[in-house]
């Protein structure tokens, strides 16, 4: 396995990603969407267990318009007032329209880089919401698309992925933690009825006695047994839609 870091040209400047590639060839490309906490060693190591299966992963840095920042460490960035609005703010601020620009740029480095074909898309908390609305935006491309303790899929916010079902080619896969305000029930009822409607290839899932952040090897709610039966989903869903 191979990484480097790669500046992808966007129309807010360039966006910093790192590009992970298996020694052999790759079956297809994956873009890894970060949580909240942005790119650390945690997300290396999740973009290798992918590149273990034969998968090319880029893993982009959404916050990339807040420049050069430290390390966040999930264990205790939230114990930090400033630390936690500083965040928030930058969330706030990363909207899904910027994302979704950004991702056009995403997929047009993975071309370059000679990954032309179909892309699965991945996304854990903030990163999930960004993972189904990329399948709504770029249909032709990206062919599976996956959100794990995702929040804020169904609400009645005008990006809410939710209102592009409708858009989806892609086959989509929603892991939601046991207990989650950011997805309660009635996101996931109305988020289920909305991909039904549409006739969207889709699994919801819950995960039972699992909390927001459970897959992030580095969170303090990460738990190993859900964690891989994510990785054991994630892998089906990649090996059942992306070409070899």
Known sequence: MT???IDIATADGPC?????VPDG????????????????PALDSMAERLVAIGHAVLVPDLFHRFGD????DPRTAFADAATKERLFGMLRATT?????ADTGAFLDALSAEGFDGPVGVTGYCMGGARALNAA???PDRIAAAASFHGGNLATDADDSPHRRAADMKARIYVGAAGV???????????????????????????????????CMPDHPVFDVAG????????ETLFSETLAA
């Open 180 to 214: 989650d305000g950011s997805f309660p029930p009635d996101q996931a009822g109305r988020l289920a009825e909305a991909l039904r409607a549409a006739e969207v290839d889709h699994m919801l899932e819950t995960y039972a006695g699992t909390k927001h952040g459970w």
């Open 136 to 138: 709504a935006a770029f």
């Open 69 to 72: 920042r430290p390390l966040f």
């Open 3 to 5: 990484k480097r870091m």
């Open 227 to 234: 964690a891989e039966r994510h990785w054991s989903r994630l």
């Open 16 to 20: 910093r990603a790192g590009l992970f």
């Open 25 to 40: 060839a790759a079956k297809a490309a994956v873009i890894l969407f970060m949580d909240i906490f942005g790119p650390r």
């Open 96 to 100: 899904q329209a910027m994302t979704m």
